[in-house]
């Protein structure tokens, strides 16, 4: 089962998909929110579906995909954290994570138009995985990091290079106009993905290939991250 999110932008309605269908699960599901996250909507939503699997109603594989998360009260990102990138770079191996925050006004769907900002020069693109926090994780021990996992989604870590980096200040304005984060083009739920820390992930532009790496090459792994953020905030 993955989630996502249908329907025009605004008024998105919460979905599965279950062996390739989609189907509305808004008689169930206010949305994806972290309320629904923290209160074991999981769970909950899997009764739900068990007990209504034969009246599910389906959703049309022509409605446009929100991203598959209201909503979220921030989006952390992490720069130079593929060992491949920092080579191909020249730039040196961070001591400690680099963080840095996407505004959350950012979020798209994963097929909505990109609106490039006025006096862009160097609007550019990333493609990287997004890890979904589901439920208050605050100074979390590496070994427990996984369990607060809810799931996970593609990200298209859109960026405008000149704003970021050529105009002084932190990266923040060059990573955050809008539509600078789509998400989706669904959430995979946490139990559904064998193996994290292998998983390739590629990106074309115009049937281009620009990007083909893999999970295995993060110089600091997802429960390492997971722990490390929850040093600083919640």
Known sequence: MKLIRFGEPGKEKPGVIINEKRYDVSDAVKDYDEEFFEHLGIEKLKEYINLNHNNLKPVSDDIRL???VAR????ICVGLNYIDHARETNASIPAEPILFFKSTTA??????DLVIPRNSEKTDWEVELAVVIGKKASYVAESEAMSYVAGYCLHNDYSERAFQLERGGQWVKGKSCDTFAPLGPFLALAEEIEDVNNLRLWLTVNGQTMQDGNTSNLIFNIP????YISQFMT
């Open 224 to 227: 390492h991250l997971i722990h």
């Open 107 to 112: 979020v798209a769907g994963p097929n909505d």
């Open 66 to 68: 929100g991203a598959p």
């Open 72 to 75: 979220p009260s921030k989006i």
